[in-house]
């Protein structure tokens, strides 16, 4: 059973930093990509970034790229998603993901419930 648990959410102010963690229990070898999303209210699912596990290849939408930065703990089977220069567009409710996609924005076979992110002006 592959469990996924996001933490490190929360309320900051514009122009600061989080960092999102997302611990992965039963993670099978072919598992081998990572993503984290966010939703807003009233918005559709959107992709923030990709990891795969063992090539450490990365993937941002144009968007992100520069602000948000995704890496790997393999020792703990954990994954971050480093934010900085938040805005209040970046609020939303943030989740990781976990499979073998056949391409960096899906589809993953497992989700995490997910982190709020509130970035207030």
């Known amino acids: 059973q592959v469990q996924l648990v996001e933490s490190g959410g929360g309320l900051v102010q514009a122009g600061g930093s989080l960092r999102l963690s997302c611990g992965i229990s039963?993670?099978?070898?072919?598992?081998?990509?990572m993503g984290w999303f966010r939703q807003a209210p009233g918005k559709e699912r959107e992709f923030v970034a990709g990891?795969?596990?063992?090539?450490?290849?990365?993937h941002y939408p144009d968007s992100l790229k520069g602000r948000f930065a995704i890496s790997t703990d393999n020792a703990k089977n954990t994954v971050y998603l480093q934010m900085n220069s938040l805005k209040p567009e970046d609020t939303a409710v943030y989740y990781c993901?976990?499979?073998?996609?056949?391409?960096?924005?899906?589809?993953?076979?497992?989700w995490g419930q997910g982190t709020q992110v509130t970035v207030s002006s």
């Open positions: 039963g993670r099978a070898s072919s598992h081998h990509v």
């Open positions: 993901a976990a499979g073998a996609p056949s391409s960096w924005y899906g589809p993953y076979d497992y």
């Open positions: 990891i795969n596990w063992y090539s450490g290849n990365t």
